[in-house]
């Protein structure tokens, strides 16, 4: 399969199915304020049905050890996602993976971790990141690229970068916090389309 890709925000059901029919490799649940924001255990019902299909991803930003101990206790994530440097304060079961965060604008860490997203300077807002110093993350580390991805731009955003993976949300959505079926399959078909051009 080629490239990773993650769509995150989800609140619904029929987004999650969507998700799934889609084909795409993770769903990410927002537990940071937003129009995305669920409770642990509307997540963990959530993901029911993509448990062992989909990688199933805890968004958080400056989360309270409290708070990450609730998600992991309520929700199970595979994959905890916050700012790079917040991982540092918080202990996390062993099982769970991390994807840390880096932003558009924030100094570059000395030792990229093995795995990065990076996206605008905000979440959830639709601001493009800077796919040059994207490009550059990517010839260090598995990065993820996130921020105002769209199926509009996402294959343009692939050849640019050559990133591991690209995630979108706010771009996919009919209404703040309801994903659209038909924009989730254009998204990914896009996205697949374009990792299949770059990896051939």
């Given at each position: 399969?080629?490239?990773?890709?993650?769509?995150?925000?989800?609140?619904?059901?029929?987004?999650?199915?969507?998700?799934?029919?889609?084909?795409?490799?993770?769903?990410?649940?927002?537990?940071?304020?937003?129009?995305?924001?669920?409770?642990a255990?509307?997540?963990?019902?959530?993901?029911?049905?993509?448990?062992?299909?989909?990688?199933?991803?805890?968004?958080?930003?400056?989360?309270?050890?409290?708070?990450?101990?609730?998600?992991?206790?309520?929700?199970?994530?595979?994959?905890?996602?916050?700012?790079?440097?917040?991982?540092?304060?918080?202990?996390?079961?062993?099982?769970?993976?991390?994807?840390?965060?880096?932003?558009?604008?924030?100094?570059?860490?000395?030792?990229?971790?093995?795995?990065?997203?990076?996206?605008?300077?905000?979440?959830?807002?639709?601001?493009?990141?800077?796919?040059q110093?994207?490009?550059?993350?990517?010839?260090?580390?598995?990065?993820?690229?996130?921020?105002?991805?769209?199926?509009?731009?996402?294959?343009?955003?692939?050849?640019?970068?050559?990133?591991?993976?690209?995630?979108?949300?706010?771009?996919?959505?009919?209404?703040?916090?309801y994903?659209?079926?038909?924009?989730?399959?254009?998204?990914?078909?896009?996205?697949?389309?374009?990792?299949?051009?770059?990896?051939?």
């Amino acid at each position: 399969m080629n490239g990773w890709i993650k769509i995150c925000g989800m609140t619904t059901a029929e987004g999650v199915a969507a998700a799934v029919a889609a084909g795409v490799d993770a769903i990410g649940f927002v537990f940071a304020p937003s129009p995305r924001r669920v409770t642990a255990e509307r997540a963990a019902e959530l993901a029911l049905p993509a448990r062992q299909r989909l990688t199933c991803v805890a968004v958080t930003q400056h989360p309270a050890q409290a708070q990450v101990d609730e998600i992991v206790r309520e929700f199970h994530p595979d994959l905890m996602q916050t700012d790079l440097g917040d991982f540092a304060a918080l202990h996390l079961p062993q099982r769970v993976a991390r994807l840390p965060v880096l932003r558009a604008g924030a100094a570059l860490p000395a030792d990229c971790p093995p795995r990065l997203l990076y996206e605008g300077a905000r979440s959830g807002s639709g601001e493009l990141g800077d796919w040059q110093r994207g490009a550059a993350l990517a010839r260090r580390t598995r990065l993820v690229l996130a921020g105002g991805l769209s199926a509009a731009n996402v294959a343009a955003a692939i050849r640019a970068v050559r990133p591991f993976g690209v995630d979108a949300s706010s771009s996919l959505e009919s209404r703040p916090g309801y994903k659209d079926a038909a924009k989730i399959m254009e998204f990914v078909q896009a996205a697949r389309a374009a990792f299949s051009e770059i990896e051939a």
